[in-house]
Nanobody, 125 residues
Framework: QVQLVESGGGLVQAGGSLRLSCAVSGRTVDSYAMGWFRQGPGKEREFVAAISRTGGIYPADSVKARFTISRDITKNTVFLQMDSLQPEDTAVYYC???????????????????WGQGTQVTVSS
């Protein structure tokens, strides 16, 4: 059974940066494609970025200039570096794992079998 635990959220001023971490246990981080999603107040959960089993990077167009997904296989951890944060980035951020291997599948939350509990990111103006 795979377990995902996010950390690194918090309160930051607009223009600031945060790095989120997702610690993976039960399987190695490269056993799955890993994704980050976020859900703002009153909004649907939306795709942020994914990294494939082979390390391919797939960011959402809305964040690709500011957010970077990466992983450290030795630490079994996935990261989301978020720069130039804006108030509209305020959300609960979730880490998720999928067995899908097609990049076209990464953007749909329905294709992810495993989810973390989420970490709150709040950006003040």
């Amino acid at each position: 059974q795979v377990q995902l635990v996010e950390s690194g959220g918090g309160l930051v001023q607009a223009g600031g940066s945060l790095r989120l971490s997702c610690a993976v246990s039960g399987r190695t981080v490269d056993s799955y494609a890993m994704g980050w999603f976020r859900q703002g107040p009153g909004k649907e959960r939306e795709f942020v970025a994914a990294i494939s089993r082979t390390g391919g990077i797939y960011p959402a167009d809305s964040v690709k200039a500011r957010f970077t997904i990466s992983r450290d296989i030795t630490k079994n951890t996935v990261f989301l570096q978020m720069d130039s944060l804006q108030p509209e980035d305020t959300a609960v951020y979730y880490c998720a794992a999928t067995t899908y291997t097609s990049s076209g599948a990464y953007q749909s939350k329905y294709n992810y079998a495993y989810w973390g509990q989420g970490t709150q990111v709040t950006v003040s103006s």
